[in-house]
């Protein structure tokens, strides 16, 4: 089974930028859609940002501008590219793949450990 891991989370200021990986120990061809989510702390773990197998990509409203999903097919890695972050940006991020068996946003699905950003002055 491919596995994920997510890297890149790290503390920066407001108005800083980032971006995050997500590396599959496989093709990622084998998702239909791919996705970031993240969790902050007490609350729900909601979808930032997808992506489909041929590209087109959705936005959750709050970071419509500022984020971009994107993905490198050979490379079997999903990045998020964060502008002008905000605290309120501040979660554990979490990347997934949507399968036949397991949609997007299943918890019985495919999904890394989780990388922290935190955005603090």
């Known amino acids: 089974q491919v596995q994920l891991s997510e890297y890149g989370g790290t503390l920066v200021q407001p108005g800083e930028s980032l971006r995050l990986s997500c590396n599959a120990s496989?093709?990622?061809?084998?998702?239909?859609?791919m996705a970031w989510y993240r969790q902050m702390p007490g609350k729900r773990r909601e979808l930032v940002a997808t992506?489909?197998?041929?590209?087109?990509?959705s936005y959750m409203r709050s970071v419509k501008g500022r984020f971009t999903i994107s993905k490198d097919n050979a490379g079997n890695t999903l990045y998020l590219e964060m502008n002008n972050l905000k605290e309120e940006d501040t979660a554990v991020y979490y990347c997934?793949?949507?399968?036949?068996?397991?949609?997007?946003?299943?918890?019985?699905?495919?999904w890394g450990q989780g990388t922290q950003v935190t955005v603090s002055s």
């Open positions: 992506i489909t197998q041929t590209g087109l990509t």
């Open positions: 997934n793949g949507g399968t036949d068996t397991y949609g997007l946003g299943d918890d019985s699905g495919i």
């Open positions: 496989g093709s990622i061809a084998i998702f239909y859609g």
